[in-house]
């Protein structure tokens, strides 16, 4: 088993900035990818960002240029800097560790953007 355990989320008023964080523990795998993904209640659960431990990165038409992932692999913690937030970043932001043979989700931490 993975246990994630997520942080940093909050209000933030449109234009602001908010690092969200992700520690995974347990019985983690040396090769994984780790990723954020976003759900607003009612809709599915959508992509943000993605980085495995090879350093290959992956991000939304929606947060490029704004949006930035980074791990720290001896920590097996990912990050998610988001800048120039805006009303429509509002969600749920879940992190998910996975690999070929498995994947885990963490509990969410709520994103909200006023305007």
């Known amino acids: 088993q993975v246990h994630l355990v997520e942080s940093g989320g909050g209000l933030v008023q449109s234009g602001g900035s908010l690092r969200l964080s992700c520690a995974a523990s347990?019985?983690?795998?040396?090769?994984?990818?780790m990723a954020w993904y976003r759900q607003v209640p009612g809709t599915q659960r959508d992509l943000v960002a993605s980085l495995s431990t090879g350093g290959t990165a992956n991000y939304a038409d929606s947060v490029k240029g704004r949006f930035t992932i980074s791990r720290d692999n001896d920590k097996n913690t990912v990050y998610l800097q988001m800048n120039s937030l805006k009303p429509e970043d509002t969600a749920v932001y879940y992190c998910?560790?996975?690999?070929?043979?498995?994947?885990?989700w963490g509990q969410g931490t709520q994103v909200t953007v006023s305007s």
């Open positions: 998910k560790y996975y690999n070929r043979w498995m994947n885990y």
């Open positions: 347990g019985r983690t795998f040396s090769i994984n990818t």
